[in-house]
């Protein structure tokens, strides 16, 4: 496309982007690193990669809140977004306007001539190029699907993160623990802290490490984090962090994105120094929307991507120690090639009423195929007029969410869950004025 024919808007270069490539995932690093070649992409402050199946945002969150508060300039590229594209990049807290992204379109548009880029890759160099172009202390990198052949991983991290470890994604990157582990390992570099959250990593992900030769740093073995119901502590290869709030993200799983996070930061504390007052500020402003996020009013309202086992593991286990509720109302939606009955099987015992979704993708899973699934796992609604159990379908989330709503009693609770199109139709749903 010549320059002057390409979009005006960010809307409309995003509506082309969405249509050019053949393919929404073409794996492999040759096309991209061409283009970022050519573009001259280069960090003045360290750089962090996070990978992994769930808690990448978290992680990304609460490195970018401390390290703000420590009055360090941040970048972070994390996705993917709810309302608006401009989410995913962010200067210093604040997303960036729609001419600074514009601009980095049309730098990538310029130095890609006949090369055919995805949708993810051709957005993923024009964030890292207008980051990259920012003077930044410090930047924040979130690896989008598996890690090794990730468009992110054109960019040697400095310091590399992968958070947890579990089946998603298994068309693209296997379906072992040991498979994914390997793809997840990809970003680490020869001679770099490799930081891994999970506390038991497959062993493909430790040999990888060894032999590259990086440095790699194990929960458990390298830091490790006790605590009480008050507070929290870390503890690394050289430095504690004692008497920590626990970071307003909630859920039980937090602790182990908290301590990577610790982790990165110790390893960089010779180029970052951080103080203790900014750690524990960072961890008790930290905000990320759509992780377990409890919106505030009557019925109480979970919003959370969780869309695969693990993550609806975790889902449940929040649940389960919120307290007494009557009934569970879930929101749900899901992509088809999602494992649906693991995530089912994780939440059936923690929902009364299902409000199931269509969601406006060809790759989406129907609401009739969801009730299917459902019923096959054991979920039997009832028929009366005060039923106990249900399951009703709907044409898109903001119906079902609407539903939810007004059956549900003042100390019931909502769960809005699956993928980030479900959530995010909610969110805007609840931005429009219905709450």
């Keep these: 496309m010549q320059a002057n024919n390409s979009p ?30 050519k573009m001259d992409i280069a960090f003045r402050g360290p750089v962090i990669s996070v990978a992994g199946t769930n808690g990448k945002g978290s992680t990304c969150a609460m490195l970018e809140s401390i390290l703000m508060r420590a009055g360090y300039k941040v970048g972070l590229y994390i ?17 960036a306007d729609d001419a600074t992204l ?14 055919s880029l995805t949708y993810f890759e051709f957005t993923t160099l024009a964030i890292i190029k207008l ?48 498979a994914i582990g390997f793809e997840k390992a990809g970003i680490f570099r020869p001679g770099k802290p490799a930081i891994c959250g999970d506390p038991v990593p497959p062993q493909s992900l430790i040999d990888h490490a060894n032999a590259i030769g990086a440095d790699l740093w194990l929960m458990g073995r390298d830091f490790n984090y006790t605590g009480d119901k008050q507070q929290w502590n870390y503890g690394g290869r ?48 930290v905000d990320l929307p759509g992780r377990f996020q409890v919106m505030p009013g009557q019925p109480l309202v979970v919003l959370d991507v969780a869309h695969n086992p693990h993550a609806a593991a975790a889902l449940a286990q929040n649940l389960g120690n919120m307290g007494f509720h009557p009934y569970t109302y879930a929101v749900f939606g899901a992509m088809a090639d999602k494992d649906i009955d693991g995530i ?33 796992a054991g979920v039997v609604p009832e028929f009366a007029a005060n039923a106990a159990r249900s399951i009703e379908l709907f ?41």
């Design 131 to 178: 980051m990259a172009d920012a003077d930044l202390d410090v930047t924040i990198l979130e690896v989008g699907l598996g890690g090794r052949l990730d468009a992110v991983n054109i960019i040697d991290a400095d310091v590399a993160i992968v958070t947890s470890i579990d089946i998603d994604h298994s068309a693209y990157l296997g379906n072992t623990r040991e």
């Design 238 to 285: 050289g430095q504690r962090r004692n008497s920590l709030a626990y970071p307003s993200l909630r859920g039980a799983n937090q602790l182990l994105n908290a301590s990577a996070a610790l982790a990165a930061l110790e390893s960089l504390r010779q180029v970052l120094p951080i103080g203790a007052q900014e750690v524990r500020t960072g961890l008790v402003m």
């Design 344 to 376: 089912l099987a994780q939440m059936k015992e923690h929902v009364d009423h299902w409000c199931v979704t269509d969601l406006p993708l060809p790759r989406a899973a129907t609401a009739q195929q969801l009730k299917d699934k459902l019923l096959d």
């Design 8 to 37: 005006v808007t960010l809307a409309d270069w995003l509506t082309l982007l969405e249509t050019r490539h053949p393919q929404a995932i073409d794996m492999g690093l040759e096309r991209v690193a061409k283009v970022r070649q």
């Design 395 to 435: 044409a898109n989330p903001a119906q079902a969410y609407a539903n939810a709503h007004q059956r549900a009693g003042e100390n019931d609770r909502i769960v809005v869950f699956g993928s980030f199109l479900t959530v995010a139709a909610v969110m805007e749903a609840r931005k429009s004025g219905f709450h």
């Design 102 to 115: 514009i601009a980095a379109f049309q730098l990538v548009e310029a130095a890609r001539g006949d090369i």
């Design 79 to 95: 996705k993917p977004h709810f309302l608006h594209f401009n989410e995913r990049a962010r200067i210093g807290g604040v997303p």
